[in-house]
């Protein structure tokens, strides 16, 4: 039985040496990485039009599909302190696309107090449906981590976000006692917000975090934003699948959005629940790669 020390924790206990032909702390590594895809509809047939990677991101498209389906990878394993990630889509009009992750995103403990940035940004044209399905995001203890996510979409377009964030490395038993998270979501359809929405979470929010009117025992929050023209339609069949669910969860829809919040123990129980709320939403199965 093996454990592995992440750079970051090396550098914070006493017992550990870093040596000269130790990486470089993570504290001083600076990423400015991301990807960028462009989609259009070619006939009726949705086609990569082109696809941009820099520093350390890759995007790869594993199979044929309908829509296609983009695997974003970062090749560093993580997020450093201080690293600014970009990812950016275009899907055109009556074209769509799928996106999600190789692995969770990992975001390390912060040295020196620095703050990594995540941006995503997508434009969604007329007719186009858009997928946003990352596999979940850890947040090591005392990490710092801003993330901005932007939808600009047609007032008939379709889009699907689903979120889980894990706060600590729960098989270490480690919690997210001390450190940051600040999320940002706007949500605009036909030109007006339609969706938005501010998390922060810091110490004073952290310390109370598991006070049963909080999360309790919970260790991952789950958010999904539907937003189609038939959205509310199908908030009942929602609310039978969250029925069966096993973790705090609720559902509501208004003006074409429908909303899903939970707070699970485990991130296989979020896995469970989205396979099985994919389909009830008209979308297609859960990536391949969230069960390999």
Do not use: C
Request: hydrophobic share 45%; net charge positive; no cysteine.
């Amino acid at each position: 039985m093996s454990a592995v020390i992440s750079l970051s924790d090396r550098l914070n206990r006493p017992d550990t040496h870093v040596g000269a032909g130790d990486a470089m702390p993570l504290g001083r590594v600076r990423v400015a990485g991301g990807v960028q895809v462009v989609v259009s509809d070619r006939n009726g047939v949705s086609r990569i039009d082109s696809v941009g990677e820099r520093d350390g991101y890759k995007v790869r498209f594993p199979r044929r599909g309908v829509p296609p389906e983009a695997i974003v990878i970062n090749t560093g394993g993580g997020l450093a302190a201080g690293d600014r990630v970009e990812q950016v889509f275009d899907v055109g009009a009556n074209a769509g696309l799928t996106v999600t992750t190789q692995a969770s995103e990992r975001v390390y403990r912060s040295i020196e107090q620095a703050t990594t940035i995540m941006a995503v940004r997508a434009e969604i044209g007329p007719g186009a449906t858009l997928a946003w399905l990352p596999q979940d995001t850890i947040l090591f203890d005392r990490a710092r981590f801003k993330r901005s996510m932007a939808f600009n979409m047609a007032a008939d377009a379709r889009l699907l976000v689903a979120e889980a964030v894990v706060l600590g490395r729960t098989l270490m038993g480690e919690r997210f006692r001390e450190g940051l998270f600040e999320d940002t979501w706007r949500v605009r359809r036909g030109g007006r917000l339609a969706f938005a929405e501010n998390v922060r979470l810091d110490h004073a929010a952290l310390d109370r975090l598991t006070e049963v009117a909080l999360a309790g025992k919970a260790h991952v929050i789950m958010t999904l934003v539907f937003v189609a023209p038939d959205a509310g339609d199908r908030l009942a069949a929602v609310r039978t699948v969250l029925s069966d669910v096993p973790f705090d969860s609720a559902a509501s829809a208004w003006g074409g959005l429908l909303v899903v919040r939970g707070l699970a123990a485990r991130t296989e129980q979020v896995r469970h629940l989205l396979r099985a709320l994919l389909p009830v939403l008209g979308a297609g199965p859960l990536p391949r790669v969230w069960w390999t």
